[in-house]
């Protein structure tokens, strides 16, 4: 089923389809692979309406302190994500912090404006939700436990989230199935004790 993006769409782009399908055939054959660890879980789900869902439980080798620090150094996003975002401003509020960025579109020659607010509502627990930008909907959910006798951390992730430029269906599943996976790659490398001093 194709997503509410492209049939808004339509109209707009039928000159754009045919390249574009080209290109995305390209960037999938060039595009590295990731790989999830055994004890990984990731889906990926898109609803009648465009938006997607995105579960993951992870096993990260730090406890919570540590992948809560790394997730909430704002300043170093961009380390975290296979295709950076760039960060224009940062605002630490006192009970939130708003980040402002730009989101590079696949394939296509230009970013997608973002603002989040997040809450680092405990040690536990950081949520990051949509102010403004080129999106319908933008809600991450991350919650910890500590795991193996407090060495390591249990992540649960939700990640829903609608673009409004158009998408079908099926790469968006893929760009985000492989984008989360490259994600989770980039966190593990700074949670890793040779990358130790990305925690200071």
């Known amino acids: 089923m194709e997503s509410k993006f492209l049939q808004i769409n339509k109209a707009q782009t039928p000159t754009m389809r045919f390249p574009l399908l080209i290109c995305l055939g390209v960037f999938i054959l060039a595009r ?78 230009f970013t997608l404006h973002l603002v989040t607010a997040t809450r680092e509502r405990s040690t536990f627990q950081i949520e990051t939700r949509l102010v403004k930008g080129d999106f319908l909907q933008y809600e991450w959910v991350w919650r910890f436990s500590p795991t193996q006798g407090g060495k390591a951390t249990l992540a649960r992730m939700t990640f829903r989230v609608a673009p409004t430029i158009w998408t079908p269906d099926w790469f968006l599943r893929w760009a985000l199935q492989t984008e989360m996976e490259g994600h989770f790659e980039k966190i593990r490398q700074h949670l890793h004790p040779s990358s130790e001093k990305s925690l200071r």
């Open 32 to 109: 590295p692979i990731w790989a999830l660890e055994p004890s990984d879980s990731l889906s990926v789900e898109i609803d009648s309406k465009g938006v997607a869902l995105i579960q993951a439980r992870l096993i990260l080798p730090a406890p919570p302190l540590g992948v809560h620090k790394v997730l909430t150094d704002y300043d170093r996003w961009p380390d975290l994500f296979p295709h950076p975002p760039t960060i224009n401003s940062i605002v630490r509020e006192q009970d939130r912090t708003v980040v402002d960025m730009s989101i590079p579109a696949f394939l296509l020659p």
